[in-house]
C-alpha cells in the first residue's frame, strides 16, 4: 500500500536560516520514517511554492497528499490561506486527494522541545523553583492563537517554574522585555525566555534582543529541528490519514 505524501509547508522567510531550518526538521522527519516520501513547500519568500509543489506531485502520479501547516498554532495562515491555497489546487488537480493536517500545537512534544532547548541553554532542574520563565511566540492578531499561548503559559507554571509570562513578538502584548522587566517588578531574581517559535529569523530575533534589552539570564534557542518535534510532525500525518473530516477531496 502506498502512503500518502507529507507536504510540509511553511510559512517562509527572507532570512536563510529559516529555510535551513525547516530542511534539516524534514531531513529528520524523512529519518525517522524510511520510506515516506516528505516533501516542503512555502507560502511565501521561499520556493518551491505550495501550487508548484502540488502540480510536481500530480504530474508525477502521487494520488494521495497530507499537507502539513508548520504552525505552531490556528490563527490566520492556518484558518485561511493554506486552506484557501489547496482549495485552489484540488479544482485545478482533480485526481489528487489533499488533506490538511492540524497544526502543531499544542502538544505536549512542543513543551517537551522547550524543555530540551532551556537545559541546552543551562537551565537545571533545580534552578526551575526559582526562575521566571517569559514563553515568548511571534503574536498573532488571532484572538484563539492567543489564548492558545496563555493557555500553555499558565499549564508550565505548574511545572515548577517560580512564574511564567506570555509575551508576543509582534501584534500582541506584552513584548518579552515587557514580560521580562514585569517578572523583575514582581521580584523575580533569575529569568529565562524561551522562544516558541520553530525557525530563526526576523520576528525570533527580535525576541533575542527584547530578553537582551532587558537583561534576562538566558535565552533558549528556537524549537528546531528537535526529535520531538520531528515526531509531532508525524503524529500530524498520522492523524490526518485516518481523520475524513478534513479531506478537501470531497
Not at 488537480?93 to 497544526?103: N, T
Not at 489564548?147 to 512564574?163: P, S
Request: with cysteine; hydrophobic share 45%.
Amino acid at each position: 500500500m502506498t502512503h500518502p505524501t507529507l507536504l510540509v509547508i511553511a510559512h517562509g522567510s527572507r532570512d536563510p536560516r529559516h529555510a535551513a531550518t525547516v530542511h534539516a526538521l524534514t531531513e529528520r522527519v524523512r529519518a525517522e520514517r524510511p520510506g515516506l516520501r516528505v516533501e516542503t513547500a512555502y507560502l511565501e519568500f521561499n520556493a518551491p511554492s505550495v501550487p508548484r509543489v502540488l502540480e510536481r506531485l500530480a504530474a508525477e502520479g502521487a494520488d494521495e497528499v497530507v499537507a502539513l501547516p508548520l504552525l505552531l498554532t490556528r490563527a490566520f495562515h492556518a484558518k485561511t490561506d493554506i486552506p484557501s491555497v489547496l482549495r485552489e489546487a484540488r479544482a485545478r488537480l482533480p485526481r489528487l486527494s489533499i488533506r490538511q493536517a492540524g497544526v502543531l500545537g499544542p502538544s505536549p512534544l512542543l513543551n517537551a522541545t522547550l524543555g530540551r532547548r532551556l537545559r541546552e541553554a543551562g537551565i537545571r532542574p533545580g534552578d526551575i523553583p526559582r526562575t521566571g520563565l517569559v514563553l515568548a511566540s511571534a503574536g498573532s492578531t488571532d484572538p484563539e492563537a492567543i489564548a492558545v499561548i496563555a493557555e500553555i503559559a499558565r499549564e508550565l507554571r505548574h511545572t515548577g517554574w517560580c512564574a511564567v509570562r506570555p509575551a508576543f513578538a509582534s501584534a500582541s502584548l506584552p513584548s518579552t522585555e515587557e514580560a521580562v522587566r514585569a517578572l523583575r517588578a514582581d521580584g523575580v531574581r533569575r529569568v529565562a525566555v524561551a522562544p516558541y517559535v520553530i525557525a530563526p529569523g526576523r520576528l525570533p530575533d527580535r525576541i533575542a534582543a527584547g530578553a537582551e534589552a532587558a537583561g534576562a539570564d538566558m535565552l533558549a534557542d528556537v524549537l528546531g529541528p528537535a526529535p520531538e518535534l520531528a515526531q509531532l510532525l508525524l503524529d500530524r500525518y498520522d492523524e490526518a490519514r485516518v481523520t475524513v473530516g478534513v479531506s478537501l477531496s470531497a
